[in-house]
């Protein structure tokens, strides 16, 4: 069980930091590490004291093992005391990072210091602000500590049951020592949320709407032993113990009472609850826009930048599509109208219920296996991930995207996964499972984790969205490029419509919450503009809502990645290879975009070379 102090406010918490800024870190004296041994002790020490904080990290990179071993039977502690001592520890190996002498490191090496740096340093200055989860070495930064995407509710059962290994009876106990450990997680985030509320943080009541309709699922199935029982059960058939048993008293008891506790609180807000949908409506919201834009982004634009790249954008893929849609018969209308059109055609549409979904998961895994077989005209470099494409688990999808994936764990054992949302057939195509598939699979998010795996520690668990994201779509681009959707023009739609919808993102994000819009002004753009679902862009705007900036990473990363190698084709002319280059900038990692644009000035050094 993991100790919680629940009168320590976020404020008394951070107050660790001390008044110490980020900045003035900068100022610490420069102490040379000599040797290449001692820099790489340096980042797996980094590496290991963030895991500390974040075990299913550890679980889910299968590095928690051996000495190690421990972490797989704790969980993150989300308290108030848990985010200080998050805190404490990124203040502390910043200060080790920044102390380094780098100028003599490999470039590799080199590149390691500047992630850390970079990614400790925008954590701390979300930590800074009085609210909210914040992500270090990950994508997911919200203000509402538990909401319809957001919450131990939601992350643990998914993760359990497919993260955490059931192996033997070590396993198993560890699994039930999680159990046990999440009532006093749950309740660390009942105190945050009642905490900002005194102080006007109040998600917007169709947020809570969803979320509440998702607990109260969530408690029934708890309170029959549901996912948290079957997620041990359906994996111990073989291992003796009266694992059902013990699981379902923890479940039933503990872990419901929990979530009776969190739903009540939900209920309490969505009474007071007002419908703005923006940061702009809450306590410092927009300077905490700037910071969760900025994290988003890894770059300075301001959300009027972003607006304007986003319908700049907008309208030179719509000129792509326009020509493509009168080619095969769609003439009349907007952009936007004829795409809606072309939905509601039966050609295009899966079956409802099961069927359909089945059909669905084996389109998707074709798709997957051609995509496999053209990755040696696109890298100079292989990987062969181990993936599969599953279901979200129900009781997620009303609150989630249409799609996701990442990579499975450092050691191969927990292959990557394409997670699905299913819940109604409807919201997928023919024409847009294609580009889902390389987005969230290959040569997308799967394909580039297995690179980073190959990285330090430290590479494997910082990663950040404008990268994440931004190669994610450059993905499709080179799905594209080597002839994905030749065959079949409506493919090459829905790709351009993808591209177009995270141009429309830039609009929306920052409409929402710098330019005052409105929810239903967001889904508006989306239907008109970009002809997309009405439930799937509801619940597009929906996620933008609850994790601020989070949407724009995607096409701003995409964008750079894009200039990066316009400039390497310039200046390496004849002698520029697109396989080395992919392979350049995915060799490189996960990293922060400025330092993207270091890796690529070194491509171009070597290939004149």
């Avoid at 040379?32 to 963030?50: E, K, R, S």
């Avoid at 071993?69 to 005391?81: E, F, I, K, P, V």
């Avoid at 999680?178 to 509320?197: D, K, N, S, W």
């Avoid at 919808?501 to 994000?509: G, I, Q, Y």
């Amino acid at each position: 069980m993991i100790s919680q102090s629940f009168e320590l406010t976020r404020r008394q918490a951070l107050a660790g930091l001390g008044g110490v800024s980020v900045a003035a870190l900068a100022g610490c004296k420069t102490v040379p590490v000599p040797t290449t041994a001692a820099t790489h002790a340096l980042l797996d020490d980094i590496a290991w004291n963030l895991l500390r904080h974040y075990p299913e990290t550890a679980t889910s990179l299968g590095v928690d093992i051996d000495a190690h071993g421990a972490l797989r039977s704790r969980l993150t502690d989300r308290s108030y005391a848990g985010q200080a001592a998050i805190a404490a520890t990124l203040r502390t190996d910043l200060a080790r990072a920044r102390a380094v002498d780098t100028a003599a490191l490999d470039p590799a090496t080199r590149t390691s210091f500047e992630v850390v740096q970079s990614a400790y340093a925008t954590a701390l200055d979300g930590f800074a602000l009085p609210y909210g989860d914040v992500a270090v070495g990950s994508w997911r930064n919200s203000p509402y500590v538990v909401i319809q995407n957001v919450g131990a509710y939601l992350d643990l059962p998914r993760f359990l049951g497919s993260d955490h290994p059931v192996r033997n009876a070590a396993d198993a106990e560890a699994y039930l020592d999680r159990l046990a450990a999440i009532p006093a997680v749950m309740e660390g985030e009942l105190a945050r949320i009642r905490e900002v509320r005194a102080i006007g943080l109040i998600p917007p009541g169709f947020l809570l709407d969803k979320a509440i309709a998702a607990m109260t699922a969530s408690l029934a199935d708890a309170r029959e032993g549901g996912a948290y029982v079957e997620g041990l059960t359906s994996r111990t058939g073989a291992i003796p113990g009266n694992w059902e048993a013990r699981a379902t008293r923890i479940v039933t008891g503990p872990i419901a009472a929990a979530l009776e506790r969190q739903l009540a609180e939900l209920k309490t807000e969505r009474a007071i609850a007002d419908e703005d949908p923006g940061m702009w409506s809450q306590p410092r919201g927009a300077e905490y826009y700037a910071w969760a834009l900025r994290a988003s982004t890894t770059t300075r634009l301001s959300p009027e930048e972003v607006h304007g790249i986003g319908l700049t954008q907008l309208e030179e893929i719509h000129g792509r599509m326009d020509t493509i849609l009168k080619d095969i018969g769609y003439r009349q209308g907007t952009v936007g109208e004829r795409m809606q059109r072309l939905a509601e055609d039966k050609r295009y549409q899966f079956k409802d219920g099961d069927e359909g979904r089945g059909q669905i998961i084996r389109f998707m895994e074709e798709r997957i296996d051609w995509i496999r077989a053209q990755m040696p005209r696109a890298f100079d470099t292989l990987v062969d991930p181990k993936l599969e494409v599953r279901r979200l688990p129900p009781a997620e999808e009303p609150g989630a995207p249409g799609a996701y994936g990442g990579a499975g764990s450092k050691d191969g054992t927990i292959p990557g996964k394409v997670w699905l949302n299913l819940r109604t057939t409807d919201l997928h195509r023919t024409y847009t499972l294609p580009t889902l598939a390389h987005h969230e699979a290959i040569p997308g998010h799967i394909w580039e984790g297995e690179f980073s795996h190959t990285l330090p520690l430290i590479r494997s668990v910082l990663a950040f969205n404008a990268f994440s994201e931004g190669w994610a779509l450059y993905a499709e681009q080179l799905a594209d490029e080597l002839g994905a959707y030749d065959e079949h023009p409506e493919w090459r739609l829905g790709y351009l419509q993808d591209q177009a919808f995270r141009a429309c993102r830039l609009v929306v994000d920052t409409g929402l919450h710098a330019n005052h819009w409105s929810r239903q002004q967001a889904v508006a753009f989306f239907v008109e503009r970009n002809g997309t679902q009405r439930d799937e862009a509801a619940s597009e705007v929906d996620r933008y809502c609850s994790w601020p900036g989070q949407a724009c990473g995607y096409k701003i990363g995409h964008t750079e990645i894009v200039r990066q190698r316009a400039r390497a084709q310039a200046a390496v002319g004849p002698r520029y290879d697109l396989r080395a280059f992919d392979g350049a900038v995915v060799r490189g990692g996960n990293v922060p975009l400025d330092v993207l644009a270091k890796n690529v000035d070194r491509y171009i050094a070597a290939a004149g070379t």
